[in-house]
């Protein structure tokens, strides 16, 4: 059922981002897509990489954090690492920044354009455990068609 979901998902951010080059703008759309269609959040947008932090992007929610550093967090530890960060519960997660304390779980998927991180895609929800492998895995494939129509 979620990978059916997903699916459907992919190719609407498909539809969304054909013709649009403009980051700004398709972060923006992409960040009330993932608002929109998925259940039980608080906050989905993007953090994008300028020089050894990340900086706050388009998004859905409440006022965020502005600049996390690289490496610390979800989020920098997700653009450190290049690699995806699934939280179960973010108050065990050794340096969390809790930029909304009603947060209780995360997933945070780098956006790489040409293999390098450019930016963060940050979705929260005050749900535990809230995000399981078939969430990680279509969140990932939405990513990836994300910079397939941005930069390919």
């Given at each position: 059922?979620?990978?059916?979901?997903?699916?459907?998902?992919t190719?609407?951010?498909?539809?969304?981002?054909?013709?649009?080059?403009?980051i700004?703008?398709?972060?923006?759309?992409?960040?009330?897509?993932?608002?929109?269609?998925?259940?039980?959040?608080?906050?989905?947008?993007?953090?994008?990489?300028?020089?050894?932090?990340?900086?706050?992007?388009?998004?859905?929610?409440k006022?965020a954090?502005?600049?996390?550093?690289?490496?610390?967090?979800?989020?920098?530890?997700?653009?450190?690492?290049?690699?995806?960060?699934?939280?179960?519960?973010?108050?065990?997660?050794?340096?969390?920044?809790?930029?909304d304390?009603?947060?209780?779980?995360?997933?945070?998927?780098?956006?790489?354009?040409?293999?390098?991180?450019?930016?963060?895609?940050?979705?929260?929800?005050?749900?535990l455990?809230r995000?399981?492998?078939?969430?990680?895995?279509?969140?990932e494939?939405?990513?990836?068609?994300?910079?397939?129509?941005l930069?390919?």
């Amino acid at each position: 059922m979620k990978v059916e979901f997903y699916q459907t998902l992919t190719r609407q951010v498909e539809a969304l981002m054909a013709g649009e080059d403009d980051i700004v703008a398709a972060m923006a759309n992409f960040s009330a897509l993932i608002n929109d269609n998925l259940d039980d959040l608080n906050w989905a947008g993007f953090y994008i990489t300028k020089g050894e932090q990340l900086v706050l992007g388009p998004f859905q929610g409440k006022v965020a954090c502005t600049r996390i550093p690289l490496g610390k967090g979800v989020c920098g530890t997700a653009a450190a690492l290049n690699q995806t960060q699934r939280v179960a519960d973010v108050h065990q997660f050794e340096g969390h920044i809790a930029c909304d304390s009603a947060s209780n779980s995360e997933i945070v998927v780098p956006v790489r354009q040409n293999g390098k991180v450019i930016a963060v895609l940050d979705i929260d929800s005050p749900l535990l455990n809230r995000f399981d492998q078939d969430d990680q895995d279509g969140i990932e494939l939405l990513v990836k068609q994300f910079e397939t129509c941005l930069f390919d």
